[in-house]
């Protein structure tokens, strides 16, 4: 068949391994479909029409629920005639949170109880309304609604609501303005109503980790770095991990490598990673004193490797409240998200070595 005849639902479901069935719907649901229509029913599918549906596939297949992946590959090949993918448009509503028990001081991975994110200058705070039952106070229009959606466990609302906020704000504000606020107030509630709302916070933390994980999909983001990564790893024993995926899906906006170990990390694995990828920095996170180990710290700074004479060591940033501000001097330290970011992206030299982060 002639290539400006396009190709078939048939051929292009061989083509994508999904079923025809699949991209009928598409079609319905979506308005994924042809531009063309041969002989009055039979599809006829453009290289455009192709390239939608699938970019439609890498979405969904990345984690992106089909509503969001299919606006998205929709709008980027009608912003961008066809070509190459552009920006998600911005939306108008709002995103979601979890509490403060799985993240009580997560405006960023700040090394002290203390320290504090630096708030964004950017849109206004409005008085915290009744309906939602959480102890909002003076917090963002946006986390009234997706209080609300939390508390009544409405999971589409809270998917559509965190996708929003970070397409609409960027993830640096829709992670200090929406997310934490909301999650500090269901950690408020869970902590004065005798273990009730427990569901709720599992609920918000699982779904604010997947709009961080969808991040990079939805945001204009840098070319990636071919430097070292930053490895990036709860402590031994530590499970509360949502603040790494805040401070992962912020440095990939950035274009920074990093590899990202999740919760309760052994020390055998932690060296090893550090040890076979060469790590120029290691943000290791406590929640808690308990879990904090400086010992380790201290041992993952003084690894070397490379040859004799050019040995090279990893940067260690001790993150989250759990570490103590005398006991951990001598390490960097970071204020919050932000701060976080701007010392990790700094690190990479132009001749690809790494910089020291300065102690403070």
Known sequence: MPAEAGMTTGALARRLGVSPTTLRSW????????????EGTHRRWTARDIAMVEE???????????AEAARVAR???????????APAAPRTTAPGTPAQHTAAAMAAPSAHPEATAPPSPALPARPGGAGSGLPLGDVRQECRGLARAAVRLDAPELEQRLTESVVRHGLLVAWEEVMVPTLRAVGRKWESS????????????????GALRRAPLLLPRTAPDSGPPVVLACTPGEQHSLALEALTAALGERGVPTRMLG??????????????TGAAAIVLWAQTRSTASLPLARHVAGLEWG???ARSRPVVLPAGPGWDRRASAGFPRCSGLRDAVETLSGLHTDDGGVRRARAR
């Open 27 to 38: 079609d319905r649901r979506y308005g994924l479909g042809p531009a063309v229509r041969a």
């Open 56 to 66: 439609m596939c890498r979405l969904t297949a990345a984690g992106a629920p089909p």
């Open 75 to 85: 709008e980027r090949f009608t912003e961008s005639g066809g070509t190459s993918p």
């Open 194 to 209: 005798g273990d009730r709302y427990v569901e709720v916070e599992h609920l918000l933390s699982w779904h604010i980790a």
């Open 263 to 276: 919760a309760a990390v052994p020390a055998e694995a932690l060296l090893a990673c550090v040890r076979r």
């Open 307 to 309: 040859a004799a004479g």
